[in-house]
């Protein structure tokens, strides 16, 4: 069973930043698509960022320049270095494993998905 564990989420002000950890099997963090993914409150869950097996990333417009996602497969870590935080940042963070190739911000390609963690940006 695969499992993945966030964490990191908190409350900040704008322009702060916060990193969100997340564990699980190494193998999973070396050879598979991870990615982020966020859902706001009486939004639709979108894609953030996606790190492939060769550490290709991917980010989603909104926050290029300012998200940088990266991994550890020795310490069985995906991170998301999140900087010049905005309040339209606010949202439920997740993180998501998919064994699918391309590995794009395709929501419905992540079969293994975290519990969720919150952040708040307040301006």
């Known amino acids: 069973q695969v499992q993945l564990v966030e964490s990191g989420g908190g409350s900040v002000q704008a322009g702060g930043s916060l990193r969100l950890s997340c564990a699980a099997a190494?193998?999973?963090?070396?050879?598979?698509?991870m990615g982020w993914f966020r859902q706001a409150p009486g939004k639709e869950r979108e894609g953030v960022a996606a790190?492939?097996?060769?550490?290709?990333?991917k980010y989603t417009d909104s926050v290029k320049g300012r998200f940088t996602i990266s991994k550890d497969a020795a310490k069985n870590t995906l991170y998301l270095q999140m900087d010049s935080l905005k309040s339209e940042d606010t949202a439920e963070y997740y993180c998501?494993?998919?064994?699918?190739?391309?590995?794009?911000?395709?929501?419905?390609?992540?079969?293994?998905w975290g519990q969720g963690t919150q952040v708040t940006v307040s301006s």
């Open positions: 190494a193998y999973i963090i070396s050879d598979y698509c």
């Open positions: 998501a494993g998919s064994r699918r190739w391309p590995c794009a911000l395709i929501e419905g390609w992540f079969g293994y």
């Open positions: 790190i492939a097996r060769d550490g290709t990333t």
